[in-house]
């Protein structure tokens, strides 16, 4: 079990490293930030990886304190999905530059504001639930 120190420590890395995505990742529409983590994929595909801190750090805490429960395997699920679909929406519109229509329009929908919340909202208490339990 881990000291309560610890858990604290570990969730205010996990929120200053949320912080730190969405603010690499943040854009006024979902095409807009395809475009910009394509600009970190054409410069380094592991460029491109490290744009995604928060999935380094939930995987080491996992590996490192042994907790494969529920909740650690549902954040590390939500984060590979998100990984594989912005890698998927990078080679449709830039390699095949064959992207469905409904993916499409989608591209050019604004984000709302809360969005940039969004990791935080989700994976923070679930990795406090991953922690304690």
């Known amino acids: ?6 858990v604290m420590q570990l969730i205010v890395m996990m929120i200053f ?34 744009v995604h801190p928060t999935f380094y750090f939930v995987l080491c805490v996992a590996l490192y304190f042994d907790i494969f429960n529920f909740y ?8 590979v999905f998100d990984i594989l679909f912005k890698i998927e929406m990078i080679k449709q519109r830039y390699k095949e530059k064959d992207m469905d229509s409904e993916l499409a329009q989608m591209l050019n929908h604004k984000i709302a504001p809360w969005m940039v919340v969004l990791g935080l909202i989700t994976y923070v208490p679930l990795l406090f639930m991953a922690i304690s339990s």
């Open 17 to 50: 490293l949320e912080l730190f995505e969405a603010h690499l990742q943040r854009a006024g529409t979902l095409g807009e930030m395809i475009d910009k983590l394509y600009g970190y994929y054409n410069q380094n595909v592991f460029l491109f990886f490290l």
């Open 1 to 6: 079990m881990l000291t309560m120190n610890i």
């Open 72 to 79: 650690m395997i549902a954040i590390l699920i939500f984060k």
